[in-house]
């Protein structure tokens, strides 16, 4: 196997305990807590498709002590705006986000729904005035409830249940 000598390659090796033990990153963010089978929705959601050139490590269905089991996904060189912290909490309610910075963890939070959300998934009201080209209006939820995850449009009152949201991301 050859390999480039711009790339890098993360080793995940097991301890004498038989636990996965993930490298650390140097600058970036680390998602952690999300549910099992779904970081590949994180990545879609972050836009991250392994061609940006930063390392990406994704650990999925790995034992918690938190819950039964997770999936982490941790992304060099890169910090999350506020929109797709947003975005992870309709897919990962029980994600945190940790900051890295020089190997260290500077700051820790924990995904949070918003009440509203703007600009996220797009109405499936083909009618919706959101839909339209000719308005600029973006696509706006509240959030009806957080379990089961439901959406309801702000233009239509359509409501999106949370296999339909799922599906946007996975799609």
């Given at each position: 196997m050859s390999l480039h000598s711009q790339s890098r390659v993360l080793l995940l090796s097991k301890d004498s305990e038989s636990k996965i033990r993930i490298v650390k990153i140097r600058d970036g963010t680390v998602i952690d807590h999300i549910r099992a089978g779904k970081a590949l929705d994180v990545l879609k959601i972050l836009g991250i498709t392994g061609k940006e050139g930063n390392?990406?490590?994704?650990?999925?269905?790995?034992?918690?002590?938190?819950?039964?089991?997770?999936?982490?996904?941790?992304?060099?060189?890169?910090?999350?705006l506020d929109a797709e912290v947003a975005r992870i909490a309709l897919v990962a309610p029980e994600a945190t986000i940790n900051l890295i910075k020089d190997s260290r963890v500077i700051k820790k939070t924990r995904v949070e729904l918003p009440d509203i959300i703007t600009d996220v998934v797009t109405c499936p009201n083909t009618r919706c005035v959101t839909n339209k080209e000719r308005e600029p209006i973006h696509s706006k939820y509240q959030v009806v409830s957080k379990k089961p995850l439901q959406l309801k449009c702000l233009y239509c009152w359509t409501l999106l249940e949370e296999e339909d949201i799922m599906s946007y991301f996975s799609s």
């Open positions: 390392v990406v490590t994704l650990a999925m269905n790995i034992s918690s002590s938190k819950i039964d089991s997770k999936d982490i996904v941790k992304v060099e060189n890169r910090n999350l």
